[in-house]
């Protein structure tokens, strides 16, 4: 149990503080721990190393490694790669939108890129939700020019999708229906029931009705639905609404892996701090880019409705100047080129380090073939045989110590990069 100072945003700021400590911490043990356990496992055997080997395992045995705190969970959701997109993914032109002869927006033009991850900001009522289902094709479009990708995967969350379940189904049958009219084949009910228990609904949940199901159960299933049809382009209105925290931060997790579209309409601010990299304003019956942040956009709100023009963040404050919306943008683009630029010097690496695997697997394989026969009495009835055998067993073993050298460094590179990366993400 833990207490936080303060109200709800505060409690979520301190919430997600901790968690990212503890993860931070849970990491590094682990990536201790199994450094360790990689030379205990490799040279435990070798009796020139039992020194250093003894030594390792006193450090792994004083070595706590902590659960980090999504392994804690209930469940664990996770997106397919969603494969090759096109660019943009959908293009709007002077689009007008709205509900039959009514239109609640016009002028719109908006471009949705590969991999764009759009927070829609705006009052209720505003024509947010009235955006996304045209964008999407829920709604005719009233006017204008849209080009949207035909073939795209699109997964829909809307705001009254858990009033939407049938009662006197079970979240088995939805799951059937489902796969059934997307696929037209019907799927093997065990391969369903894995899927579901991914969200909690395991053994009899899974065939439990949804009727007398709560709010927060209604909406992990619609979340089951939307994920199962691995989506290329997620709308997301409103999700959290009946999520309790801990399936809330399971989402927000899961999103931030999700290499697809998104585009999300959400009060829940931690969310769209996490998993927005740009907002869009909807207002006066029009949309435009909004270039501030959420701090920014709540002082928009307090100030009455939108002004035409996106509010700058250069206000001192405290004694100290507050950072620009621009300033805060830059960061969190530098901090995913880090990310980038961290995965892409790891991959030959580690592409380095299995083949490296490969062949001490294969030398210490052949090594252990040649001892058979050299223990092998019968052997030595030839001594010319048995003194090639010996040769060659010499010449493996070279071999093997000069390739777990080469692992041992390749180990260390890593390492260094890793921690060079978590020294400029602390100091960024």
Same mark, same amino acid.
């Not at 007008?96 to 991999?115: F, P, Q």
């Not at 991914?198 to 949940?205: P, S």
């Not at 435009?288 to 920014?296: P, Q, T």
């Given at each position: 149990?833990?207490?936080?100072? +303060?109200?709800?945003?505060?409690?979520?700021? !301190?919430?997600? &503080?901790?968690?990212?400590?503890? !993860?931070?911490?849970?990491?590094?043990?682990?990536?201790?721990?199994?450094? %360790?356990?990689?030379?205990?496992?490799?040279?435990? @055997?070798?009796?020139?190393?039992?020194?250093?080997?003894?030594?390792?395992?006193?450090?792994? $045995?004083?070595?706590?490694?902590?659960?980090?705190?999504?392994?804690?969970?209930?469940?664990?959701? *996770?997106?397919?790669?969603?494969?090759?997109?096109?660019?943009?993914?959908?293009?709007?032109?002077?689009? =007008? @939108?709205? #509900?039959?002869?009514?239109?609640?927006? *016009?002028?719109?033009?908006?471009?949705? &890129?590969?991999?764009?991850?759009?927070?829609?900001?705006?009052?209720?009522?505003?024509?947010?939700?009235?955006?996304?289902?045209?964008?999407?094709?829920?709604?005719?479009?009233?006017?204008?020019?849209?080009?949207?990708?035909? *073939?795209?995967?699109?997964?829909?969350? /809307?705001?009254? /999708?858990?009033?939407?379940?049938?009662?006197?189904?079970?979240?088995?049958?939805?799951?059937?229906?489902?796969?059934?009219?997307?696929?037209?084949?019907?799927?093997?009910?065990?391969?369903?029931?894995?899927?579901?228990?991914?969200?909690?609904?395991?053994?009899?949940?899974?065939?439990?009705?949804?009727?007398?199901? =709560?709010?927060?159960?209604?909406?992990?299933?619609?979340?089951?639905?939307?994920?199962?049809?691995?989506?290329?382009?997620?709308?997301?209105?409103?999700?959290?609404?009946?999520?309790?925290?801990?399936?809330?931060?399971?989402?927000?997790?899961?999103?931030?892996?999700?290499?697809?579209? %998104?585009?999300?309409? *959400?009060?829940?601010?931690?969310?769209?701090?996490?998993?927005?990299?740009?907002?869009?304003?909807?207002?006066?019956? +029009?949309?435009?880019?909004?270039?501030?942040?959420?701090?920014? #956009?709540?002082?928009?709100? /307090?100030?009455?409705?939108?002004?035409?023009?996106?509010?700058?963040?250069?206000?001192?404050?405290?004694?100290?100047?507050? &950072?620009?919306?621009?300033?805060?943008?830059?960061?969190?683009?530098?901090?995913?080129?880090?990310?980038?630029?961290?995965?892409?010097?790891?991959?030959?690496?580690?592409? $380095?380090? $299995?083949?490296?695997?490969?062949?001490?697997?294969?030398?210490?394989?052949?090594?252990?073939?040649?001892?058979?026969?050299?223990?092998?009495?019968?052997? #030595?009835?030839?001594? +010319?045989?048995?003194? @090639?055998?010996?040769?060659?067993?010499?010449?493996?073993?070279?071999?093997?110590?000069?390739?777990?050298?080469?692992?041992?460094?390749?180990?260390?590179?890593?390492?260094?990069?890793?921690?060079?990366?978590?020294?400029?993400?602390?100091?960024?």
């Amino acid at each position: 149990m833990y207490r936080y100072r +303060g109200g709800y945003s505060a409690c979520e700021r !301190q919430r997600a &503080e901790r968690f990212d400590r503890d !993860q931070r911490v849970a990491e590094q043990t682990q990536r201790e721990s199994d450094h %360790l356990k990689k030379f205990i496992d490799r040279f435990q @055997a070798q009796a020139n190393k039992a020194r250093q080997v003894q030594s390792r395992i006193k450090a792994m $045995e004083k070595l706590v490694v902590a659960a980090p705190t999504e392994a804690r969970r209930r469940l664990r959701l *996770s997106f397919d790669p969603v494969g090759q997109m096109p660019d943009p993914v959908i293009l709007a032109r002077d689009l =007008s @939108a709205g #509900y039959g002869e009514t239109t609640i927006l *016009s002028h719109v033009d908006l471009k949705i &890129e590969r991999g764009a991850r759009v927070g829609l900001l705006g009052r209720n009522g505003r024509g947010k939700s009235t955006l996304i289902k045209t964008l999407i094709g829920e709604l005719p479009l009233l006017g204008g020019q849209l080009q949207r990708w035909p *073939s795209g995967r699109v997964a829909y969350f /809307a705001q009254d /999708a858990v009033d939407h379940l049938q009662p006197d189904q079970s979240a088995l049958e939805h799951l059937r229906s489902l796969t059934a009219r997307h696929l037209g084949v019907a799927s093997p009910d065990g391969q369903l029931r894995q899927w579901l228990g991914r969200f909690a609904f395991q053994d009899e949940d899974a065939m439990r009705p949804v009727g007398p199901m =709560s709010g927060g159960e209604r909406a992990r299933l619609v979340l089951a639905l939307c994920l199962w049809i691995r989506p290329q382009i997620l709308v997301l209105d409103e999700p959290t609404n009946h999520l309790d925290a801990d399936t809330r931060d399971a989402l927000t997790e899961s999103l931030l892996a999700f290499d697809g579209v %998104l585009l999300l309409v *959400s009060h829940d601010r931690y969310l769209l701090n996490a998993c927005v990299d740009r907002f869009v304003l909807v207002n006066d019956g +029009g949309v435009r880019e909004f270039d501030g942040d959420l701090a920014d #956009y709540a002082r928009l709100l /307090a100030n009455g409705d939108a002004p035409q023009q996106p509010v700058a963040t250069a206000a001192a404050r405290s004694g100290g100047i507050e &950072e620009t919306a621009a300033q805060r943008k830059q960061q969190r683009r530098e901090q995913a080129d880090r990310r980038i630029r961290l995965a892409n010097a790891l991959k030959p690496l580690k592409l $380095e380090q $299995e083949r490296l695997d490969r062949a001490m697997a294969d030398l210490e394989s052949k090594i252990g073939a040649l001892d058979t026969r050299i223990a092998d009495p019968a052997l #030595y009835d030839d001594p +010319g045989a048995a003194s @090639a055998l010996i040769q060659d067993r010499g010449r493996l073993a070279a071999r093997l110590a000069t390739t777990e050298a080469e692992w041992f460094a390749n180990a260390e590179a890593q390492e260094q990069l890793v921690r060079s990366h978590e020294m400029l993400t602390l100091g960024g």
